[in-house]
């Protein structure tokens, strides 16, 4: 126990260490913007001050937040269709060798391609509703979920392997008891880069065709210049995503104490 504290002493002052350090930069960057602005006497119209930006964001919250409710929704769609069907290719494409060679191109075919080209296509097929986001935060989220649940679950540790069947497990209770445990932390960790990415989705298709949602009210501001909102959307925006994201590593860290963070590895596909 003792030593668990120790350990744990330094890991708290790196992460305090850290957080002073961003918040410094932040709090440099934003003092700097300001002093240009006051500076140069740049109108609100071509670039606001961060004071000019936090009022617009108070005063506008009302106007925001029906905005992000529709943009949330489409987020958490997309992501519950892409957790799905990603998690059902992923046991596919883990559990067959031929399968996931197979497979495995088709899906870097499909993220490789800009999704921006593909936005107009899911308006003209379902409509400016909710569906065409949907599709959207679902398309780009849909291949970081299968690679990197894919990947833990054929990079069990081959002697664990050994040792379950030496006691005669079925192939349901070496997935369920030993490869599903395994590749939470991988399936988490990909979650986190979905989420990110599922946020950049879903304004890319309000973009397209929308008429709600915060990437709907970024256009909007732009087309009548109302600059300040732009950017108060544009931080809100960014509040978000980081929000999200940091509340998937919140419930990585308290559903996964004793797993390190997953980092990128090879993985080699061999079958169950």
């Known amino acids: 126990m003792a030593g668990a504290l120790a350990g744990g002493s330094p890991m708290r002052r790196a992460l305090t260490a850290l957080a002073r350090i961003r918040g410094s930069l932040l709090l440099l960057w934003v003092v700097t913007w ?8 740049v109108p609100d119209y071509l670039l606001p001050a961060p004071t000019r930006v936090a009022q617009e964001l108070w005063g506008r919250f009302s106007l925001l937040l029906p905005h992000t409710a529709v943009t949330l929704g489409e987020i958490g769609l997309g992501l519950a269709a ?15 060798l031929l399968l996931n060679r197979a497979l495995y191109p088709l899906l870097a075919f499909v993220q490789a391609v800009p999704k921006v080209t593909v936005a107009p296509l899911f308006v003209i097929w379902v409509g400016y509703g909710v569906s065409s986001k949907v599709l959207m935060v679902f398309l780009i989220t849909f291949f970081p979920i299968v690679v990197n649940l894919t990947a833990g679950l054929v990079l069990v540790e081959p002697d664990l392997l050994r040792l379950v069947r030496s006691y005669r497990a079925t192939r ?17 960790a990909g979650m986190r880069i979905a989420v990110a990415l599922a946020v950049v989705g879903a304004v890319v298709a309000e973009f397209v065709g929308a008429d709600r949602g915060l990437g709907y009210l970024i256009l909007l501001s732009n087309a009548e210049l109302r600059t300040p909102l732009l950017f108060a959307s544009l931080a809100w925006l960014g509040t978000i995503g980081v929000s999200l994201f940091g509340l998937l590593h919140v419930i990585e860290r308290w559903l996964l104490p004793w797993s390190p963070e997953v980092g990128p590895e090879k993985v080699q596909i061999t079958g169950f």
Do not use: C, D, N
């Open 34 to 41: 300001e002093a240009l602005v006051a500076a140069t006497q």
């Open 82 to 96: 892409a957790v799905t069907v990603g998690g059902l290719l992923a046991v596919v494409m883990a559990h067959s």
């Open 172 to 188: 349901w209770q070496t997935f369920v008891k030993i490869r599903l445990p395994y590749a939470l932390p991988y399936f988490l």
